[in-house]
């Protein structure tokens, strides 16, 4: 069983929209849940982390995560042409921090 | 703003030869890490080095692979005798030790070709 899954899309957008972002995990020692944003041929960059269940929310994007369900979510409010990227969950699985990631969604918004 | 920074941006070899791929880590960070991005694949760990040793490898990382912190500041990958199947992304990773959770910051990665 894959420790963390992603529906990797494409996801086709109009500007404005909102867009929802899922994964789902396995491993229920799973603490932490990282969403990174990556550019085409560029390195993924963090957009935020959780820590257990509950929301967190940074401007336009909210992060939710359900430890019951063992399932994370990604909202992104008044999608903009720059949100266009692939986006990765991760969390990090033992005491060294190496993330292990979902498969990765790619957005795409168009203008 | 601090960045970790990765040398060559792109690197064509052919199959068998040995390439070294260079990352310039954030100053005070203590963490490092290899991850690899298979053409439309998911990323995946490599391995991770701290105190000068690696502290937890992927079953990636076999024989053919190698970690070395030289000098204080660069953090190497060495493929010694590299297979079509090599052909990725590397990223390299690099994160601190304060309190709480220590963000993984990635370099922009090197996309090596094995021909």
């Known amino acids: 069983q894959k420790e963390v899954e992603q529906d990797p899309g494409p996801l086709s957008v109009p500007e404005g929209a909102i867009v929802s972002l899922n994964c789902t995990y396995s491993n229920s020692a799973f603490q932490y849940f990282m969403w990174y944003r990556q550019y085409s041929r560029k390195g993924p960059e963090l957009l935020m982390y959780?820590?257990?269940?509950g929301n967190k929310e940074d401007g336009r994007f909210t992060a939710q995560v359900d430890k019951s369900s063992k399932y994370i979510s990604l909202f992104i409010r008044d999608s903009q042409p720059s949100d266009s990227a692939t986006y990765l969950c991760?969390?990090?699985?033992?005491?060294?921090?190496?993330?292990?990631f979902g498969q990765g969604t790619t957005l795409q918004v168009k203008p | 703003e601090p960045e970790v920074t990765q040398t060559p941006s792109h690197q064509v070899t052919q199959m068998g030869q040995e390439v070294i791929l260079r990352c310039v880590p954030i100053?005070?960070?203590?963490?490092f890490y290899w991850y690899r991005q298979i053409l439309g694949q998911k990323v995946e760990f490599l391995v991770s080095f701290y105190n000068n040793e690696i502290s937890e490898k992927s079953e990636i990382f076999d024989d053919q692979f190698s970690v070395e912190r030289p000098d204080g500041s660069n953090f190497t990958l060495k493929i010694r005798s590299t297979k079509l199947e090599d052909s990725a992304m590397y990223f390299c990773?690099?994160?601190?030790?304060?309190?709480?959770?220590?963000?993984?910051?990635f370099g922009p990665g090197t996309r090596l070709t094995v021909l």
């Open positions: 959780t820590y257990s269940s």
């Open positions: 100053s005070n960070h203590l963490y």
């Open positions: 990773a690099s994160r601190g030790t304060s309190g709480g959770y220590n963000e993984q910051f």
């Open positions: 991760a969390s990090p699985s033992s005491n060294t921090g190496k993330l292990i």
